[in-house]
Each structure stands twice: as C-alpha cells, then as structure tokens.
C-alpha cells in the first residue's frame, strides 16, 4: 500500500505562482512513476488531466497547456514529489491529485484545491 498526502494549494491572482507538495509513505520501492493530475470544476473523476509525471528513472512529461510553465520535481530523501507551477492561469482552476502506479496498483491522494482568480 501507499498513502499520498497532497499540500500547497490556495487561491492565487492571474500571473502568480505555487507550489503544490505530495508526500509518500507506505512501499514507496513498488512505485513506477508518480504525477500530478486535475480535476477541473464540472469533471467527474473519470475526466481527470494528466499535468506532469516523472518515472522511477527521472524523465518527466508534460501536459502541452503547463509545458513552460509547470515543473514537477521529488526529493527522495524526503519522500516528497513537487508540482512548481507559475504563469499561473484562470484555467488551471481545478482539484489536482497526486498519483503514484506500481506494475499492480494506483494509488491517488485527497486532492488540494488551486483557484486563481483576480
């Protein structure tokens, strides 16, 4: 089993920035990869959007709408995986989840809710 917890979210101004924190604890060995998805106001679960993963070797990904933008990132010795996003946009209002997939398992935190609004 693994257990996420996400942090970091709030309401921030057009052009601001935040940092969103997700720390991992359980058998962190059995993770694969780990990302940060959202759920925009409206969609269900099921309609969740990749924003940025980052695998077991380091290679990241990114959504074309956070590309230049977002940074994801983790700290091992903390057990910690970062989303930095700045630029930050009215449309990147959601609920965004942390995710971690072994070969068997995925696993989601409680999801921080990000609001940017003037």
């Known amino acids: 089993q693994v257990q996420l917890v996400e942090s970091g979210g709030g309401l921030v101004q057009p052009g601001g920035s935040l940092r969103l924190s997700c720390v991992v604890s359980?058998?962190?060995?059995?993770?694969?990869?780990m990302g940060w998805y959202r759920q925009a106001p409206g969609k269900s679960a099921s309609q969740r959007e990749l924003?940025?993963?980052?695998?077991?070797?380091?290679?990241?990904n990114y959504a074309d709408s956070v590309k230049g933008r977002f940074t994801i990132s983790r700290d091992n010795a903390k057990n910690t995986m970062y989303l930095q996003m700045n630029s930050l946009r009215p449309e990147d209002t959601a609920v965004y989840y942390c995710?971690?997939?072994?070969?068997?398992?995925?696993?989601w935190g409680q999801g921080t809710q990000v609001t940017i609004s003037s």
């Open positions: 995710k971690a997939t072994s070969y068997t398992s995925a696993y």
């Open positions: 359980g058998s962190i060995f059995s993770i694969n990869a």
């Open positions: 924003v940025a993963v980052i695998t077991r070797g380091g290679s990241t």
